[in-house]
């Protein structure tokens, strides 16, 4: 039912910058925390940074300090800038989503299709 589109992917020059946006619709229900997984060739996919509907980040260890994750409640839309990129940056990026649901005592999770981020030396 929840469905999650991403824009903002690109080709960019190491250094450069680019803004991920993630665009949650379909239930109306609140997605409590948003995020972005990204996964380079041959590797596990992992964690890049997630945001609560309360405000609290987390983020990779080797992205803190040039990567920033924001939330627009409202709209459940979320945005990772990401700065001084670095070519080891290069990955699918997945926007994700993760909401409550209290009659089966448990979570549900969304992904979306993934975006591809190439960042050339």
């Known amino acids: 039912q929840v469905h999650l589109v991403e824009s903002g992917g690109d080709l960019v020059q190491s250094g450069g910058s680019l803004r991920l946006s993630c665009a949650a619709s379909g239930d109306g229900f609140r997605l409590d925390i948003l995020g972005w997984y990204r996964q380079a060739p041959g590797k596990q996919r992992e964690l890049v940074a997630d945001?609560?509907?309360?405000?609290?980040?987390h983020y990779a260890d080797s992205v803190k300090g040039r990567f920033t994750i924001s939330r627009d409640g409202a709209k459940n839309t979320v945005f990772l800038q990401m700065n001084s990129l670095k070519p080891e940056d290069t990955a699918v990026y997945y926007c994700n989503a993760k909401r409550s649901i209290p009659s089966i005592h448990g979570w549900e999770y969304f992904w979306g299709q993934g975006i591809q981020v190439n960042v050339s030396s």
């Open positions: 945001i609560s509907s309360g405000g609290i980040t």
